[in-house]
């Protein structure tokens, strides 16, 4: 349904997405994780064709088997919230604060359905309730300012499911919540994916809310796919020395606070921090905070090999 | 809300007082005798007394400032000592006149400036948006009675278009029409080159927010986000300085009026003035200033309008 294939996105200050090769089939529930500038959101922004201007796009991004990589703006609309649709990860400024949360989202679907002002609240209705909102009537009402920050992310839920996509995309979609709300804003994805049989891309640094909620992974460092398979193998038994990286940083709440001396642990964290774009080794990008590094990983650029797709020359890849 | 509305009803209110206070002292402490302005400086000590008594000007400033603001709330402002009529058939005779224009002028200037700063703020940094500035700095930098000018040798002069100035009466509505789309003109070239600007600038501050992110993945086209969800959310700022346009263009048809030959109260101030025509200066500034702070009073209003969230916060 939609085929990126060797996708690279290039600034001025260098290469922000570097030779993305994806295939997101129909149902499909797909995680994308890594740090922030890692090139995840751009990637989103790539698939709803809203790139920034000042970035060159070369590869061929496919929908529905259309070639999409240099479609221009009349091309991109008709496909946005019918084929592909998005959430953001601010629910606080990601609607009109002066429209009531139902215009807002009735507004697509009198624009691509033609549907008359009731037709359109009686969908708005039934939209709030299949994402859980109570009252849907009064909630419709309602300016964005009268929500909480989980109802509202509810409301844009509802918006972009509005016009049946064929693929969610929610990037960051539980940042600014409550984890128990961001837990059930989650869920509740998972839910509408599996009822509606719509693909999703999940857009993610909570690798807990990644693992429960997807199939597949996609592992990002500074615009490069380093590792993608299955999300519990690549969770479990991570092999690229960044996955494991973030893996072991994650704080598990099981394990002791202190150590034997009574001292309190230090979590590990990868060495370092994400060089900015300009500063990206040609080769690997990891490298520099890499603990596996061998003298050409700076220059050479790494193929991605194994069952599982590894971007890594020095770990041998296993499924 | 119905307390917002109350506080800025008794904000008006006191403010209106207070202009009056300002306006009666100022003329009161002007130099120079009005019964000798009207009888001339030839005229006995007797005849300007009697005058004097006559005019009321001999009561204690409170009491004549008590009797002119109960006149003036049923539109009793007085005689005029040049035209010898009462100055309220004065202003409703050219009050008309004003209020056209300077309506005229607003809706002219709305109409341009939405439409070139929403233009401006989508062709951000483009050729469009650099047009649009320069016009506007232009706009801002020609004062309104010399565009008058060069507008009046253009297009009645050289191209004999329009009249020059003028205004037969709206018996002929055409003709009436035609001498009023000069004068508009130049009232709204300068007003709305301020107003494109602010409109450029909120609208960009506007398009930065989230929301607009979302109506763009929403599929809504670019013109239906800049006019249905920028434009409104860019209105606080714009309305606030359509408040003081609109001030702007109700003194600015003094000039304007002078200009082309128009009877209305722009005239008829400035005629006052040079006939030191006490109560007529007095009433116009005070309809002046009421017709301001009016217009500052519906912005006020209008902000509740716009945005819920004062709604919610009041």
Not at chain 1, 152 to 169: E, K
Not at chain 1, 212 to 224: L, N, P
Not at chain 2, 238 to 248: C, E, L, N, P
């Amino acid at each position: 349904m939609i085929e990126l294939d060797t996708l690279s996105v290039t600034f001025a200050a260098g290469s922000a997405l570097r030779d993305i090769s994806l295939k997101i089939a129909p149902g499909d529930r797909l995680g994308i994780v890594g740090e922030s500038g890692s090139g995840k959101s751009l990637l989103a922004s790539c698939l709803m064709g809203m790139a920034p201007d000042a970035a060159t796009l070369s590869g061929t991004l496919t929908i529905d088997g259309v070639d999409m990589s240099d479609a221009d703006e009349e091309t991109w609309r008709p496909l946005r919230a019918r084929r592909v649709a998005m959430i953001f990860q601010e629910p606080m400024s990601a609607l009109n604060p002066l429209r009531r949360v139902g215009d807002t989202v009735a507004e697509p679907l009198r624009l691509h359905f033609g549907l008359s002002r009731d037709e359109a609240a009686k969908r708005v209705a039934e939209l709030f309730a299949e994402v859980d909102l109570p009252n849907p009537e009064r909630r419709a009402r309602m300016f964005p300012h009268e929500l909480s920050g989980g109802q509202r992310q509810r409301v844009l839920i509802a918006l972009a499911l509005a016009c049946d996509p064929a693929l969610l995309i929610a990037d960051e979609p539980t940042t600014a919540l409550d984890a128990n709300v961001a837990l059930q804003v989650t869920d509740l994805l998972v839910d509408l994916s599996e009822k509606r049989g719509m693909a999703l891309v999940l857009i993610s640094h909570d690798l807990a809310s990644v693992a429960r909620s997807t199939e597949r992974v996609a592992v990002m460092y500074g615009g490069d796919i380093v590792e993608r398979g299955g999300t519990d193998d690549v969770l479990h038994a991570p092999q690229h020395p960044y996955t494991q990286g973030l893996l072991a940083a994650r704080p598990d709440p099981q394990a002791a606070l202190r150590d034997e001396q009574g001292k309190r642990k230090r979590l590990p964290t990868i060495p370092g921090n994400v060089p900015p774009l300009s500063g990206l080794a040609q080769g690997c990008r990891f490298a520099g905070r890499c603990a596996l590094e061998r003298p050409d990983c700076a220059t050479a650029r790494p193929v991605p090999h194994g069952p599982r797709m590894l971007l890594c020359p020095v770990v041998e890849g296993a499924a | 809300m119905t307390y917002f509305i109350l506080r800025r009803t008794l904000g008006f209110i006191g403010t209106l007082f207070a202009v009056s206070i300002v306006v009666f002292a100022t003329m009161n402490i002007l130099p120079g005798d009005p019964a000798m302005s009207i009888l001339g400086l030839e005229a006995t000590e007797d005849a300007l007394a009697a005058l004097r008594e006559d005019l009321g000007l001999n009561a204690p400033v409170h009491i004549r400032y008590v009797e002119w603001i109960t006149g003036a709330f049923v539109g009793d402002f007085g005689t005029s000592h040049s035209f010898r009529v009462p100055v309220s058939e004065l202003i409703g005779e050219r009050l008309g006149m004003t209020i056209s224009l300077a309506v005229a002028g607003m809706l002219l200037t709305l109409v341009l400036a939405l439409s070139l700063g929403i233009f401006a703020a989508s062709k951000h940094r483009q050729i469009g948006d650099w047009g649009v500035m320069f016009l506007s700095q232009l706009g801002i930098a020609v004062p309104a009675f010399w565009l008058s000018i060069l507008l009046v040798l253009l297009f009645a002069v050289k191209l004999r278009w329009l009249p020059p100035g003028g205004f037969a009466g709206w018996d002929d509505p055409v003709a009436a029409m035609r001498s009023l789309i000069l004068p508009t003109v130049a009232l709204a070239l300068v007003q709305s080159s301020v107003l494109a600007r602010v409109t450029r600038s909120s609208a960009l501050e506007v398009m930065r927010q989230d929301f607009t992110r979302t109506a763009r993945a929403s599929g809504l086209s670019q013109r239906r986000i800049l006019w249905r969800h920028v434009l409104p959310n860019a209105l606080v700022p714009i309305v606030t300085i359509v408040g003081m346009q609109f001030a702007a263009l109700v003194t600015g048809t003094i000039v304007i009026e002078n200009v082309f030959y128009l009877p209305g109260l722009g005239r008829l101030i400035f005629q006052s003035i040079s006939n030191r025509d006490l109560p007529t200066v007095q009433a116009l500034v005070m309809l002046f200033a009421a017709i301001v702070v009016t217009a500052n009073f519906i912005v006020d209003l209008l902000y509740v309008v716009i945005d819920p969230r004062l709604k919610a916060r009041q």
